[in-house]
């Protein structure tokens, strides 16, 4: 079996190799915690809330995170049209890890100061 293979088939077998995957990336981190702190929240004021990210970043991983099933995307037929991105129960469920990972970086990052 090649190497590659080997990888591969690790990978998709392990969940914390998924779900890194999942929430990985330079954006989506900063994209989950905007929408747990906002809620609700239309696109512009999102990417008011995130510092140095593109239009295309944005919509990229909006997109990526929707697909995921991490956010919902709700379009209301107005006039103008409006659209908001909001946490599903997959990313309210994520909430909490992620709360832990932070006091847990900055415990560290605490001791080594």
Not at 23 to 46: F, M, S
Request: with cysteine; proline share 4%.
């Amino acid at each position: 079996m090649k190497e590659k293979d080997v990888y591969k088939n690790s990978f998709d077998e392990c969940s914390l190799t998924y779900a890194l995957s999942v929430i990985g990336g330079k954006w989506r981190l900063p994209i989950l915690w905007a929408l747990n702190q906002q809620g609700p929240v239309r696109y512009n004021e999102l990417k008011r809330s995130i510092h140095g990210i593109t239009n295309m970043m944005l919509t990229q991983s909006l997109k990526e995170l929707e697909s995921y099933h991490i956010i919902h995307r709700q379009q209301y037929l107005e006039v103008p049209p409006r659209v908001e991105y909001s946490l599903t129960e997959h990313g309210e469920s994520l909430m909490p890890t992620l709360k832990a990972l932070a006091k847990w970086g900055k415990n560290v990052k605490n001791s080594l100061s």
